[in-house]
């Protein structure tokens, strides 16, 4: 039910020229959300002039075809087993040179579970950059929704965090799972209850995501100055 | 025999005793004197005290007198002939009339000079008379040459003609004084007055200095003395020259300041002189519109009962560049192409980078019921940036971006485009799938600008891009001093998904092509440039270079050939200085009145390599307002390095433009120019005036005297005595050994003998 939305123009470049999410394979359990990123680049396409191929490429993390995809999604619901020297070295080099990475608490933990690994891991590769709250006038809050929160398939914590190697985050952080409230079945029905907002949240969930593929794609592009203004007038 | 009399004596001692002999005795001389005293202290008259006291001394000092034996030594002597520097200035302010219509400075010195012979011929017996010129160098100097030649110094350096002067002291004839004859308009050392290390360097001379000055103050003359502005400026941002007038004999007058570039009025001012000697400061901000370098020129109108006309205008080079190469970036949808390009000219410091990206086309459906509260969206203000701000930019990119939808086609502002670059600016195409023949736009009219043209349907198949012989040298690809670094760069690089078909233009350089895909039998083109008009223009027929900037991290190691492509690219599209194949260079940039305008002029081939034995062609051209007027040519040929410098003979006064053509058999090479500023006047002539304050205080601190023009001969001057030295032979003759010194030694001792007993000491 994806490929009637998808354009054909762009098939003479073939896909590599188009917005496919990579999904980080890892010891722990990585591909609960598959589908989800399959629909939020199928949103993508749907909202946005960005042309997208509605698919979700594993890759492990020591891999270097991941420098074919500079969108890398790490997902995870429970523990992760310690990255290995190879994939620690892999994903910084993959961030330092302009790979992004959406980290996505799927169990929704807070202090144990998959944010207790992730934070360990992530100091590991990027140990000069810890992770920060976004604040509310980020770029990611405005690159393509106007947003004031950042639910997912929860509202376990209302801000996003980041690891930022320069002025650019090249880590977003979610502890709300925020690509569950994305996935759908092959049915197309939901696959998960979104709580406590139920759809209302969901849409926002799925503005989220496009937000963070745009901000993937556009870095900070929305604040330049000339959207400023407009912007602010907006938000009033 | 000599039989010279004796003409000097002194007196010495005779004593055949060693000092230190003399020495002991004359203590014990003393102790005696002070014992005697200390025995009478107690003695209740006075007068007897003093009497004993005094005829004690007396004996002691006849004893004292015994023991020197002194003596008159005859001698012959003679002084040393010291010398005496008249410095006179021979700067080419002496030219300048002591009052409008009358005699020069210079002739006012000779006519002194000749006053002044008898005086210095008075000081002949005792010292040695040398009259030199200083222009700044010392050099022999005639009464008749200072009337007859013309001074020409370009400077005045006071300081430094002293120096000379008094280091010519070292041998044996010393430096007894210096008269110094200036009009005092030091424009060196002294310029601002003598002070502090100055003042301390002249009282270092050990030598007085008298000063005579020349000229009178009543001269009436406007000079631009001082433009006070950076060698460099940016473009489209203001900047302020800083110019320094003086106006003597103009108070309470009104002169218009006008300041131009080459002929064009870019400002003008009124200053008001509040006093008969008065400099004010006029600040001109304007902004220049054009990189390059220009000549500007600041002037005052000529009264015509001005001492000089030349110093109202003063000329400068002004070189503009780019402060930031502002860039305009059309995306036609978020990529990861745009995404590595935008990184790239955002952290880049010399770039100034405003971009617009469509981020929803009308098809696209965000799924929001209020557009305007919940998108962050703003319309494409195409009006504003392919109309009223096109010019604003130096570099136009446009990365696949093309529409054929009515809100977002710009078809009605491609002509604008294409006269933009037309007319000198840079345009870069990227591709995709909605350009180069892809997609529905086909925008002739834009097309016209680019080196390619659509050649037929895009190919997907990833390929390793490839350098040709042109990109190994080009300023754009070549990524390194030597051409195997530059191609082991580009072999490093991953390949790339897929690249536009297109045809190279005649007059169209490929610099990378495909090492598969063919048009017309030819590898097709993947990076192509040109000149269009004025302007420059590059096609990149792919929308995947990002992948030199990422996925060329793969395998470990940093890669910055993506960057530095980027920024090679840039800089030839807004043909940086540094980038052109025929670069003109003033050499100097500002020429003093009456020297040579010399231009070195390189030449490169289309592959930058130096063009050898290239026949260069330079007009030197007059700038006025509005036109241009040829006044020299001259041609010659480059050596290895395709490099040759020419000169023109000295040309008038002003501003000049050195257009520059070079050719190589029939190949031509470009053109190139640059901008020659002649002056009027160097610093010398600048100002008419003549300085009393500081000869005054050159006389003060070297303990000489100050005098003016015109004298009726040479005052009485101070000079250093000179010193007097023994020649020949001497004699000495006793005083001591006479029989009445002897008869009052003992008569003084005798009658302190007997006056003691008498009063009843032992």
Redesign the interface.
């Known amino acids: 039910m994806l490929v009637p939305l998808l354009s054909g ?6 896909e ?2 188009r ?1 496919i999410p990579a999904v980080a394979r890892h010891g722990g359990r990585w591909d609960a959300r598959l589908s989800g990123l399959r629909r939020i680049a199928w949103e993508l396409q ?6 997208v191929v509605p698919d979700a490429r594993p890759f492990a993390l020591s891999s ?5 995809y ?1 969108f890398l999604y790490l997902g995870g619901d429970g523990p992760l087993p310690p990255f290995t020297d190879a994939e620690v070295e892999n994903l910084r ?1 993959y961030l330092t ?3 992004f990475l959406l980290a996505d608490a799927n169990d929704g933990s807070d202090g144990e579970g998959f944010d207790a690994s992730f934070r360990r891991e992530l100091a590991r590769v990027l140990p000069q950059s810890p992770l920060k709250p976004l604040p509310s006038s980020h770029v990611v809050f ?5 947003l004031d929160s950042a639910p997912g398939r929860l509202l376990n914590k209302p801000q996003l965090l980041a690891a930022n190697i ?1 002025k ?1 985050a090249a880590v977003v952080y979610s502890q709300n799972d925020v690509a569950g409230a994305w996935s759908r079945s092959e049915l197309g029905d939901f696959e998960y209850d979104v709580s406590p907002g139920g759809e209302p949240q969901r ?1 926002l969930a799925v503005r989220l995501g496009v937000n963070l593929c ?1 901000y ?7 604040d ?1 100055a ?2 400023l203004p ?2 602010l007038n ?1 938000r009033r | 025999m000599d039989n010279t009399p004796f003409n000097a004596w002194k007196l010495v001692s005779l004593s055949p005793l060693p000092v230190w002999g003399l020495v002991v005795l004359g203590v014990g001389l003393a102790l005696g004197i002070g014992l005697a005293a200390w025995g009478v202290r107690r003695e209740p008259s006075m007068r007897r005290r003093w009497l004993l006291w005094t005829l004690r001394l007396g004996a002691g000092l006849a004893a004292l007198f015994f023991l020197l034996e002194p003596g008159i030594r005859n001698l012959q002597v003679a002084r040393m002939k010291n010398r005496v520097a008249v410095l006179v200035d021979r700067s080419a302010s002496m030219n300048f009339p002591v009052e409008p219509g009358g005699e020069t400075r210079s002739e006012q010195v000779a006519d002194f000079l000749e006053k002044a012979t008898p005086g210095l011929a008075a000081l002949q017996d005792r010292y040695t008379v040398e009259v030199y010129g200083f222009d700044p160098e010392l050099a022999p100097l005639t009464t008749e040459a200072v009337a007859r030649e013309p001074a020409r110094a370009g400077s005045t350096d006071l300081l430094s003609a002293l120096r000379t002067a008094a280091a010519g002291a070292q041998g044996a004839k010393k430096l007894s004084g210096v008269l110094l004859v200036s009009d005092g308009a030091d424009n060196v050392e002294l310029a601002g007055g003598a002070v502090g290390r100055a003042r301390a360097a002249l009282a270092d001379l050990e030598v007085p200095v008298s000063t005579f000055l020349v000229g009178k103050e009543a001269l009436k003359d406007l000079a631009v003395q001082r433009v006070k502005v950076d060698d460099f400026a940016f473009v489209r941002n203001s900047l302020t020259v800083e110019v320094e007038v003086s106006g003597r004999g103009f108070g309470g007058e009104e002169v218009p300041v006008v300041l131009r570039q080459e002929g064009k009025v870019v400002a003008s001012k009124s200053v008001r002189f509040e006093s008969s000697d008065d400099v004010r400061t006029v600040g001109f901000t304007f902004t220049p519109d054009q990189t390059g370098r220009f000549v500007y020129t600041v002037s005052m109108p000529v009264f015509p009962d001005e001492a000089v006309g030349e110093n109202n205008t003063r000329s400068f080079v002004l070189k503009v560049i780019r402060d930031r190469v502002r860039v305009l970036l059309v995306v ?9 390009l ?2 790239l000219l ?2 880049d410091a010399n770039v100034d ?9 009308m098809s ?5 019921v209020s557009q ?7 319309p494409f ?1 195409m009006e504003e940036i392919f109309d009223t701000k096109l010019d604003t930019f130096d570099v136009v990119i446009f990365q696949n971006f093309g529409y054929a939808d009515q809100a977002l086609s710009i078809a009605q502002y491609e002509r604008n485009l294409e006269r933009y670059v037309y007319e000198g600016g840079a345009f870069v195409m990227i591709g ?3 350009v180069l023949g ?2 529905r736009a086909s925008m002739p009219t834009l097309g016209e600008a680019l080196p390619v043209e659509p050649a037929g ?2 190919n ?1 198949e990833p390929f390793q891009a490839r350098l040709t012989a042109e990109g190994l040298r080009h300023p754009v690809t070549a990524m390194a001093s030597g051409a195997s670094s530059t191609e082991s760069a580009w072999a490093s690089l991953p390949t790339i ?2 690249a536009n078909l297109t045809r190279p233009k005649p007059g169209a350089t490929v610099l990378m092509d495909h090492p598969f895909l063919t048009v017309d039998g030819k590898n097709a083109p993947l990076v192509a440039v040109w000149d269009y008009g004025r302007g420059r223009a590059l096609a990149l027929a792919t ?2 270079s990002w ?1 030199w ?3 060329a ?4 190691s ?1 890669d910055r050939t993506y960057d530095r492509f980027w920024g090679n690219a840039l800089r030839w599209l807004v043909r940086d200085p540094d980038l052109t194949t025929l670069k003109v260079t003033a050499d100097p940039a500002s020429v003093e009145p009456g020297k040579p305008v010399g231009v070195v002029v390189s030449s490169r081939l289309s592959d930058y390599q130096p063009a050898e034995g290239a026949a260069v062609r330079v007009e030197l051209v007059a700038v006025a307002v509005e036109t241009q007027k040829p006044v020299a040519v001259r041609t010659g040929v480059t050596g290895p390095d395709g490099v040759v410098r020419l000169e023109f003979e000295p040309p008038a006064p002003g501003p000049y433009k050195l257009l520059a053509t070079a050719k190589k058999g029939e190949q031509e090479l470009g053109k190139g120019e640059d901008a020659v500023a002649v002056r009027a006047v160097g610093p010398e002539l600048s100002d008419a005036s003549v300085r009393p304050a500081l000869m005054e205080q050159i006389a003060e601190y070297t303990r000489g005297k100050a005098w003016r023009l015109p004298l009726d001969g040479l005052p009485e001057v101070p000079l250093l005595e000179p010193p007097v030295v023994e020649v020949g032979r001497a004699k000495d003759r006793p005083l001591w050994d006479r029989w009445y010194y002897l008869l009052a030694l003992v008569g003084l001792l005798g009658a302190e003998w007997f006056l003691r007993r008498r009063f009843g000491y032992v």
């Open positions: 123009r762009a098939s003479a470049f073939g590599k020229s917005f749907r909202r946005t002039s960005v042309e270097r075809d991941l420098f074919e500079p080099r040179f302009g790979g405005k690159s393509f929704f106007l320069g650019r849409e745009m993937a794609l556009c870095l900070d592009y929305k330049d000339v959207h407009l912007i907006k | 036609g949808r978020p990529s990861w192409d745009e995404r590595f935008r990184g955002r952290q980078l405003v971009s617009f990206y469509i981020l929803r086309t696209d459906d965000p799924g929001v305007e509260r919940e998108l962050s969206l703003i203000p995709g799938d909605s892809e997609g349907p895009a997907a998904p897929g929308d995947a992948n900037a990422f996925t991290h793969r395998d470990g940093p």
